[in-house]
């Protein structure tokens, strides 16, 4: 069965900073991958995902993730981080009607 | 106009009773989920309907029985409520056959007292 892993349960920068939420992946096949992010009680909001194509995706809110396939990993990015970007963030894998989500990394931007 | 819409927000119910959390989308998927996260936040994922078709059944308890009406709707019924299943449900919809990211609705926050 397919699954990500979050190293990370905590990341903290500071405003203005570069940012990286680490996620790995493990899936048979080729994998369908995307980042939500959680604001406080809110529902998930998608973000961004990978399922061909450019190892570099960009998405929502100036976020880009890196897909690389040698180190299975799908690591979110942002070049300066905003206070507003404090929230969780959630990798998943999809393998057709079924996706499963990591345990999430909580981001906190210190101004 | 909300894509995926759950009601209610907010359940505050005593353990032993009977409730039920609706959902419903408008986007045209065929598919719905149900997702538990728990206090710890990790989203796990219960259920899962396709054209009304049940497809992912993970360990849950008997006491949770979904339905799905038609495949617009999905509905989580739990019967005899414990402690333990104080959680944040989300309902989630998407189509079955494009690689495309699920619409999760805004969450129903369950509390048993």
């Known amino acids: 069965a397919q699954s990500v892993a979050q190293p990370e349960d905590q990341v903290n920068v500071a405003e203005g900073n570069p940012l990286t939420v680490k996620c790995t992946y493990s899936?048979?096949?080729?994998?369908?991958l995307f980042w939500y992010v959680q604001y406080p009680n809110r529902g998930l909001q998608f973000l961004l995902k990978?399922?061909?194509?450019?190892?570099l995706v960009k998405g929502s809110y100036g976020f880009e993730a890196e897909f690389n396939k040698s180190q299975t990993s799908f690591h979110l990015k942002k070049p300066s981080a905003l206070v507003s970007d404090s929230a969780l963030y959630f990798c998943a894998v999809r393998v057709f009607n079924d996706m499963r989500f990591g345990a999430g990394t909580r981001l906190t931007v210190k101004p | 106009d909300t894509a995926v819409s759950q009601t209610p927000k907010y359940l505050v119910t005593q353990m032993g009773n009977d409730k039920s959390i609706k959902c419903e989308q408008n986007l045209g998927h065929d598919t719905m989920y149900w997702y538990k996260q728990d206090s710890k936040k990790f989203l796990k994922i219960m259920f899962s309907?396709?054209?009304?078709?049940?497809?992912i059944n993970e360990t849950v308890p008997n006491r949770f029985s979904p339905k799905s009406p038609d495949k617009a709707h999905l509905n989580l019924h739990i019967n005899s409520l414990e402690l333990g299943d104080s959680a944040v449900y989300f309902c989630?919809?998407?189509?079955?056959?494009?690689?495309?990211?699920?619409?999760f609705g805004s969450g129903t926050r369950l509390t048993v007292v």
């Open positions: 309907y396709n054209n009304k078709e049940l497809i």
């Open positions: 899936v048979s096949g080729n994998p369908y």
């Open positions: 990978y399922i061909t194509g450019d190892n």
């Open positions: 989630a919809s998407t189509s079955q056959y494009a690689r495309d990211s699920y619409t």
